[in-house]
């Protein structure tokens, strides 16, 4: 399974491709969290990407498709991946398309921009390993500290309110695009985001033919 996982900032991408990664036993590939792991260990590429990030705004194309076709050849991927943020521009898609792919589903997962930032003011992450969490949606056992490593749980910096609201923008601009550029090749699948998690995960099976 090849699968790329479009939607808006805080739709639930990595909240599924978590799901989807268990089921068919194939890796995620997140550029977000790639990204943020340079931040944290203030590699080359996490001080280049910073500027953009904090500011809501896509890091450049070049550098992304690096990363990309980087991780894509890693043996890993062999059976199939899921990518979850990538591609966000055109110019990223075409990329992927030269990469001699051969994608089964794209995936769009549809949830309201009201939705959204109504969403983001309730996630957690890991500080240490990037689990995530929401305070209703899905607690921690512990409050503020991470299930898996004990890390403490903070908020993202791109979370804050206006950096949301930017994110949007960007993402309906840049990124919603490509829902027709998949359609157009017969790719494209749509799941609608619920309210509880779990439901979600219903619609996303359904959505792409899986019990
Ligand atoms: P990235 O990390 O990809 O961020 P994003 O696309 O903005 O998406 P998020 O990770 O914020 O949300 P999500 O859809 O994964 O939702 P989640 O499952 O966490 O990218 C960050 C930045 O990196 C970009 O802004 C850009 O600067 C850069 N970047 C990355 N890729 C790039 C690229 N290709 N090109 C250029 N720049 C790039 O869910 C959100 C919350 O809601 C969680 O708390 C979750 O628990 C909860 N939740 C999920 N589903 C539900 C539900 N159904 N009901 C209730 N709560 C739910
Ligand atoms: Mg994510």
Do not use: W
């Not at 500290?145 to 930017?166: A, F, H, S």
């Not at 490509?178 to 359904?206: C, H, N, R």
């Amino acid at each position: 399974m090849k699968l790329i996982l479009l939607g808006a900032p805080g739709a639930g991408k990595g909240t599924q491709a978590e799901v989807l990664s268990e089921k068919f036993d194939i890796p995620v590939i997140s550029t977000g969290e790639i990204i943020r792991n340079a931040l944290r260990q203030e590699t080359t590429l996490g001080k280049q990407a910073k500027e953009y990030i904090d500011k809501g705004l896509l890091v450049p194309d070049n550098v992304v498709i690096g990363i990309i076709q980087e991780r894509l050849n890693q043996d890993d991927c062999r059976n199939g991946f899921i990518l979850d943020g990538f591609p966000r521009t055109v110019p990223q898609a075409d990329a992927l398309a030269e990469m001699n792919i051969t994608l089964d589903k794209v995936l769009a997962i549809e949830v309201a921009d009201e939705k959204i930032v109504q969403r983001m003011s309730g996630r957690r992450q890991c500080a240490k390993c990037g689990a995530t969490y929401h305070l209703q949606y899905k607690p921690p056992v512990k409050e503020s500290i991470c299930n898996v490593c004990d890390g403490e749980l903070i908020v993202r910096k791109d979370d804050e309110p206006e950096t949301v609201q930017k994110r949007l923008e960007v993402y309906h601009e840049q990124t919603e695009p490509l829902k027709e550029y998949y359609k157009d090749k017969g790719l494209l699948v749509v799941a609608y985001g619920q309210e509880e998690i779990k439901d979600t995960i219903s619609e996303v099976f359904k959505a792409l033919g899986v019990g």
